[in-house]
């Protein structure tokens, strides 16, 4: 069995650093029409095992070519999702144990890792040592997304604010977001059925959460009997790279004692590795105030998914609402006593041996590579800012954000054009990205204003690659002006409009 098992994993690892080396000469996204894979494989699986030089092959053949590379150096589209080669290794190693490490006797290296692991991620981003798991107060856990994140926080802060307030009626909770939080507040809502009100930010203010409107929705929401008892605050807002302002928020919420705060920064958050953005990025707010900061290694941290790092000031609100523990999962190094019993910092029972990639991740990089791989990419966009702002075609619609241009096509040759006019104009300049298979790129809309967002972070990509992007976004962008201006006037904006795709 073995020998077999050595020649298949030789040729995997192959493989894999090929289909690596290979990225830059493939499509960025993949050309597959929907059902390719339903037509390709048979309608059920086989009655006896096949040989799996087969299977590895297929694999190749058919899963291969229906796959985005996101690792790809022209992928700007979402958010990236890096990762490291000793990361994929790291998850051979965990996967060969295959073991479910839900309490400490169920695999002690297992919760020990993540513990200390979590230590020198909440370290190397500079966070209080309050949320360090050394503190036995504070802690850190690895979750599965920054969704499950948000939902273990909203259960923690809703069983604490009960306790506290043993009368109030669940349906008077009320969570609140702004417009412009990631849709995983709402998703927590409807799970929980929990009421939520969505607060207002503006252009103005850079789409940032300010403290006067949390305020004045505190105020009323408490004259009409509502309890609010979560804020969702993020830094770095999925459509703009927004950041509320935490500090003004603190401010306005110490008078609210059983507000729970939890920061989203399922992307930014990594930035934070680099001190120079610790300051305008708010960590002095999240580090005094904040109940709860949730990070996502698997999106800008190296770690390919899922590493979603959430730390909470105290593990005692996380095994209040989550410890239903039954007589046959006690066990004498529990929570209280000597260890973390992880499986009450999560929705589920069973955990995957995450920390194990982390640790290699971290270790291979060290906190210098880690910090590098970050300001690489921040530059890659200052530079990608610059031709945007200096061009004729284009404009940028929000300050650039870390590692992401939101931007649009706003060309000076047409000056007299209109917002509905724009927006279809960029709706088209948009259906034009979105065909090319040399790019992958997304959409966003900002109160009303259609946008398209550049996000850097594949860990190939150069300054070349940023070249060949402004170059073809350039000439789709070109093709536009002159078919408008050929066609002109009225006549024209018809032939701009296209379906608005979702995101
Ligand atoms: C990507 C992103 C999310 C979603 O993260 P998941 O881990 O997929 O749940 C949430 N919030 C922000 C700000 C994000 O950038």
């Given at each position: 069995m073995y020998p077999r098992f050595r020649k298949a994993g030789y040729q995997a690892i192959d493989r894999i650093c090929d289909y690596h080396g290979s990225l830059r000469g493939r499509p960025v996204s993949s050309q597959v029409e929907p059902g390719y894979l339903r037509k390709a494989l048979p309608s059920s699986a086989p009655t006896e095992g096949e040989d799996f030089q087969l299977i590895a092959d297929d694999y190749q053949k058919h899963i291969i070519p229906g796959l985005t590379h996101w690792q790809h150096p022209s992928f700007f589209a979402y958010f990236p999702t890096s990762s490291t080669f000793e990361g994929i290794l790291a998850e051979l190693y965990a996967s060969s144990t295959s073991n479910p490490g839900f309490n400490w006797s169920a695999s002690p290296a297992c919760t020990e890792l993540e513990a200390v692991v979590m230590d020198w991620t909440a370290q190397?981003?500079?966070?209080?040592?309050?949320?360090?798991?050394?503190?036995?107060?504070?802690?850190?856990?690895?979750?599965?997304?920054?969704?499950?994140?948000?939902?273990?926080?909203?259960?923690?802060?809703?069983?604490?604010?009960?306790?506290?307030?043993?009368?109030?009626?669940?349906?008077?909770?009320?969570?609140?977001?702004?417009?412009?939080?990631?849709?995983?507040?709402?998703?927590?809502?409807?799970?929980?059925?929990?009421?939520?009100?969505?607060?207002q930010v503006t252009a103005q203010d850079d789409f940032a959460l300010r403290g006067d409107t949390l305020k004045v929705a505190l105020e009323e929401d408490v004259k009409a009997g509502f309890h609010p008892f979560i804020l969702i605050g993020t830094v770095g807002t999925t459509s703009s790279g927004a950041v509320d302002r935490l500090d003004e928020i603190a401010d306005v919420a110490k008078h609210y004692p059983f507000l729970w705060l939890h920061v989203d920064a399922a992307w930014a958050g990594v930035a934070f590795v680099c001190p120079e953005y610790r300051e305008a990025y708010q960590l002095p707010a999240i580090?005094?105030?904040?109940?709860?900061?949730?990070?996502?290694?698997?999106?800008?941290?190296?770690?390919?998914?899922?590493?979603?790092?959430?730390?909470?000031?105290?593990?005692?609100?996380?095994?209040?609402?989550?410890?239903?523990?039954?007589?046959?999962?006690?066990?004498?190094?529990?929570?209280?006593?000597?260890?973390?019993?992880?499986?009450?910092?999560?929705?589920?029972?069973?955990?995957?041996?995450?920390?194990?990639?982390?640790?290699?991740?971290?270790?291979?990089?060290?906190?210098?590579?880690?910090?590098?791989?970050?300001?690489?990419?921040?530059?890659?966009?200052?530079?990608?800012?610059?031709?945007?702002?200096?061009?004729?075609?284009?404009?940028?619609?929000?300050?650039?954000?870390?590692?992401?241009?939101?931007?649009?096509?706003?060309?000076?040759?047409?000056?007299?054009?209109?917002?509905?006019?724009?927006?279809?104009?960029?709706?088209?300049?948009?259906?034009?990205?979105?065909?090319?298979?040399?790019?992958?790129?997304?959409?966003?809309?900002?109160?009303?204003?259609?946008?398209?967002?550049?996000?850097?972070?594949?860990?190939?990509?150069?300054?070349?690659?940023?070249?060949?992007?402004?170059?073809?976004?350039?000439?789709?962008?070109?093709?536009?002006?002159?078919?408008?201006?050929?066609?002109?006037?009225?006549?024209?904006?018809?032939?701009?409009?296209?379906?608005?795709?979702?995101?």
């Open positions: 190397i981003l500079g966070l209080d040592k309050a949320f360090y798991n050394i503190s036995e107060v504070g802690g850190g856990v690895i979750q599965t997304s920054a969704s499950d994140s948000v939902l273990v926080a909203t259960v923690a802060a809703r069983s604490r604010y009960i306790r506290e307030h043993p009368h109030v009626a669940m349906e008077d909770l009320v969570l609140y977001i702004t417009t412009q939080t990631h849709s995983l507040g709402k998703k927590a809502a409807l799970v929980l059925g929990l009421k939520v009100h969505t607060l580090n005094n105030y904040v109940d709860s900061f949730c990070t996502n290694f698997h999106k800008w941290g190296l770690i390919h998914v899922d590493g979603s790092c959430l730390w909470v000031r105290h593990r005692r609100h996380l095994s209040d609402a989550l410890d239903v523990t039954p007589e046959f999962l006690r066990s004498k190094h529990g929570d209280a006593a000597t260890a973390i019993d992880y499986r009450n910092w999560h929705l589920g029972l069973g955990r995957r041996f995450r920390s194990l990639k982390f640790w290699f991740a971290l270790r291979t990089r060290g906190v210098n590579g880690f910090q590098k791989y970050i300001t690489d990419c921040i530059r890659l966009n200052a530079r990608f800012a610059q031709c945007i702002y200096e061009s004729d075609l284009f404009s940028v619609v929000t300050k650039p954000s870390l590692a992401m241009t939101v931007f649009r096509m706003a060309p000076k040759s047409l000056p007299h054009l209109g917002a509905s006019e724009l927006n279809a104009l960029n709706r088209a300049f948009y259906a034009r990205l979105a065909a090319r298979s040399d790019i992958a790129i997304t959409q966003t809309d900002l109160n009303g204003v259609f946008c398209v967002r550049m996000v850097i972070g594949a860990e190939q990509t150069v300054e070349g690659d940023i070249e060949q992007a402004l170059v073809l976004m350039k000439e789709e962008a070109v093709v536009l002006v002159r078919n408008w201006e050929g066609i002109g006037g009225r006549r024209g904006r018809k032939a701009y409009v296209v379906p608005s795709q979702s995101h």
